[in-house]
C-alpha cells in the first residue's frame, strides 16, 4: 500500500469516504421508535412492582427489553454498514450522551419509585414519559456525535 499522507487526490478521496460513512450512520425511524420502546419497557418496572402480584419479577420485562435492544443494534448495523453497539465509548464524542443516558435512567427509576410508594402514580408516569423522551434524545445525540467524529476523521 502507498503512502498517501503527501498525497491530495488521496487525501480528498479520503475525506469523501469518510463524508459518506458519516451520513450512513443516520438512524432510520424504526431504530428511534425502537429506542421509546425498549426505555419504555425498562421505566414500566417500578409500577409492575407496584400494582402486579406479589410474585411479580421483573426479569421478563428485562429480558424483553435487552432482546429489543440486541435486535436494534443488529438492525442498525446492517442498515448503516457500523456496529457501534460495543465500541460507542470509544467514541469521544458519543460519550457524554451515554454517561447521560446512565443518569437520566438512575434518576428516573428512583423517582418513579418515590413517587408510586408515595400514591402519586400520575406524577410517576409523567416522569417516565419524560424520561423516554431524554433518552432517545440522548440516544440521537450519541449517533450525532459520532457522525461528527467519522466526518471529522476520528475513529471509523
Known amino acids: 500500500m502507498r503512502d498517501v499522507a503527501r498525497d491530495p487526490a488521496a487525501l480528498e478521496l479520503l475525506r469523501v469516504q469518510r463524508g459518506r460513512l458519516a451520513d450512513r450512520m443516520r438512524p432510520p425511524w424504526w431504530y428511534l ?3 421509546a420502546i425498549m ?3 425498562v421505566f414500566a418496572v417500578p409500577f409492575g ?3 402486579l402480584s406479589q410474585g411479580f419479577s421483573i426479569w421478563p420485562i428485562f429480558a424483553a427489553a435487552l432482546a429489543v ?3 436494534l443494534q443488529w438492525g442498525l448495523a446492517r442498515a448503516t454498514g457500523i456496529a457501534v453497539a460495543t465500541r460507542t465509548l470509544r467514541y469521544p464524542a458519543g460519550r457524554p450522551a451515554r454517561i447521560a443516558m446512565i ?3 438512575f ?8 413517587l408510586i410508594d408515595r400514591g402519586l402514580p400520575a ?7 419524560l424520561a423516554v423522551v431524554a433518552e432517545v434524545a440522548a440516544q440521537q445525540a450519541a449517533l450525532r456525535g459520532i457522525r461528527q467524529e467519522l466526518r471529522a476523521g476520528g475513529a471509523a
Open 39 to 41: 426505555y419504555a419497557l
Open 33 to 35: 421508535t425502537g429506542v
Open 107 to 114: 434518576v428516573a427509576l428512583v423517582t418513579e419509585t418515590f
Open 123 to 129: 406524577a410517576a408516569i409523567v416522569v417516565a414519559a
Open 103 to 105: 443518569v437520566v435512567s
Open 49 to 51: 412492582q407496584r400494582y
Open 69 to 71: 435492544a440486541c435486535l
